[in-house]
Structure formats: structure tokens, C-alpha cells
């Protein structure tokens, strides 16, 4: 099948699609070994972990989905964008590919994913990475989803996204701790699905839930509490705000917390290497969570 998506560059990852609720969902695969699924955040795609999973494909079989309504996957009419629903959905995806139980790894809205997802079904998560997710105990979506995503604001926001490549800059540059650290090739990988039609529909649709599902997320996490977790967050975050780490961590058990120094809200852009390495330490057989 012809690829979708922007060239891999890298032939050991190859571009798959699966049958999801009778729509095409679109992921990436490389590797063998235990397997790894790697969710986005809430405006991105697979493209966020191409620094990421040749790291892992020489130990795990890796997994880095474009969620259904994002990305290069299908854009299902009246998507369910719920917590739960879009929960639910990556527990049918991680069914299809017959694997498990699985290394979760999410990023922003979906370290919230991997958290509810995990939720429901904990036998099927061995354990969790969560980069900066979305959380109950961050401040700054619980005022501005609200906002953005009301019937008089909405619109006139798609709009502006959609065709302001300024506004789209601005608000990426704003995600990075050292915006100068951005590659040309980085900004224009990120961008490119959004000019498909119906690109801010999920994103909208997410935010018009967002203060119910971290409410809901929230009573979900004593569910989970026994999974061993790291948690990954830049001191620089402007998303998602670093001060609201340590209450997250305190619903687990079996918790690290890493602070990156002069990080934003993309470790995995700004400090790869770094990151990388200790996603791997966290996931070989033998490591443990301190």
C-alpha cells in the first residue's frame, strides 16, 4: 500500500493500517520483542516518536499510533472523543495487533489515554511512561478548553488555525523550552496533517470534555496505582504544568519522576537523546521504578 504519510526515511519502520470500528487507523511498526505502543499528543501524530522507535525496535516491538481523527488515520463523522471512548479505542487497536500485556507510553492528551486505558483494563498494561500528560491537578486546560471550544469561540478558532500558519508557529514555538532548538523539518513534519480537512475537529471535540474527563480520569487512578510508572516532564512546560507532577505521582505506588532542566512540553524533541535513554532503562528486563 502506498504511504499516507511524510517519507519514513528509516526502513526498518514500516507504515501499517488496521481496521478500526470499520475505519482505516494508521501506525507505525518496527522491532520485536515485548511490545510497545506510543500514543501523541492531543495535536500530533505518529511523526512524535520517529526520534524514538529505531531506540526501542532493537529489544521491543513498537507501535507508534495515529489515533482514529488525527494524523493520517481515518476522520470518522461524530467521532467519540471522550477520555474513555478514545480509551477504549486504543485497547481495541492494542487487541487487533494481538499483543500484550503492553509497555504504555503517552504523551500529553495521551499520557490521559494511556492512564484512563489502563484503567479499564489493567492487565493488559505492564507499565506506564507518561510525558507531562494531562492531568487533574493542571490548571491551565481546565480554563482554557473551556473557552476555546464554546460555540461562539470555536469556530472562529478552527478558522484562524487552519489558515494562519503564523498562529500555528506561534502556539508550536510556545510548546519548547529553547524554541531555537527547532528544525525546520520538525515544524513542517507536525504541521502537515493539519491542513487535511477536518483536522481540528478532534481537538475541538476533545476540549469540549476536558474538565469532565480529568474528573472522571481522576477517580479512575486508584485503578492503577500498583502499575509501576515513570513520569517525564520538562521544568519549562507551558501545556501542562510542571507543579502539577508531584501530586499526580503521589496516586501511584511505584513512581519515578524526572524533571528535565530547561525543557518544555516535547522532551522527546528538545532532549531526545536523553530521553531515550532513560525510557529504555525504565522498560529493560531487570529495571525497576524508584
Known amino acids: 500500500m502506498q504511504s499516507v504519510g511524510p517519507p519514513l526515511n528509516q526502513p526498518s519502520v514500516e507504515e501499517r493500517f488496521v481496521d478500526l470500528d470499520g475505519f482505516r487507523m494508521r501506525y507505525l511498526h518496527a522491532g520485536a520483542g515485548p511490545p510497545v ?10 511523526f512524535s516518536w520517529r526520534n524514538t522507535i529505531l531506540q526501542l525496535s532493537d529489544r521491543f516491538e513498537v507501535f507508534a499510533i495515529d489515533a482514529l481523527g488525527t494524523g493520517y488515520s481515518d476522520r470518522p463523522p461524530a467521532l467519540d472523543c471522550a477520555l474513555k471512548a478514545c480509551a477504549q479505542r486504543l485497547l481495541r487497536f492494542m487487541d487487533a495487533v494481538g499483543r500484550g500485556p503492553f509497555v504504555v507510553l503517552g504523551t500529553s492528551h495521551g499520557g490521559a489515554i494511556a492512564m484512563m486505558a489502563a484503567a479499564l483494563l489493567p492487565e493488559r498494561v505492564r507499565r506506564l511512561i507518561l510525558v507531562a500528560p494531562a492531568n487533574p491537578w493542571a490548571p491551565r486546560g481546565k480554563r482554557l478548553a473551556p473557552f476555546l471550544s464554546s460555540p461562539l469561540v470555536a469556530p472562529l478558532f478552527v478558522q484562524a488555525a487552519t489558515h494562519s500558519r503564523n498562529l500555528r508557529r506561534y502556539y508550536f514555538r510556545r510548546l519548547w523550552g529553547d524554541p531555537r532548538r527547532i528544525t525546520p523539518d520538525t515544524f513542517e513534519g507536525y504541521m502537515k496533517p493539519l491542513e487535511r480537512a477536518g483536522a481540528w475537529d478532534y481537538g475541538i471535540s476533545v ?11 481522576k477517580l479512575a487512578l486508584p485503578r492503577i496505582a500498583h502499575i509501576p510508572t515513570m513520569l517525564i516532564w520538562g521544568n519549562r512546560d507551558k501545556a501542562v504544568a510542571p507543579t502539577s507532577a508531584e501530586r499526580l505521582k503521589q496516586n501511584f505506588r511505584q513512581c519515578q519522576l524526572i524533571m528535565m ?18 525510557v529504555r532503562g525504565f522498560i529493560l528486563p531487570g ?3 524508584t
Open 207 to 217: 476540549l469540549r470534555r476536558w474538565n469532565k474527563d480529568l474528573q472522571e480520569l
Open 287 to 289: 529495571s525497576h521504578c
Open 37 to 46: 505502543v506510543l500514543i501523541h499528543g492531543l495535536m500530533g501524530y505518529s
Open 261 to 278: 532542566d530547561g525543557v518544555g512540553h516535547l522532551p522527546y524533541e528538545e532532549a531526545r537523546d536523553e530521553f531515550n535513554r532513560m
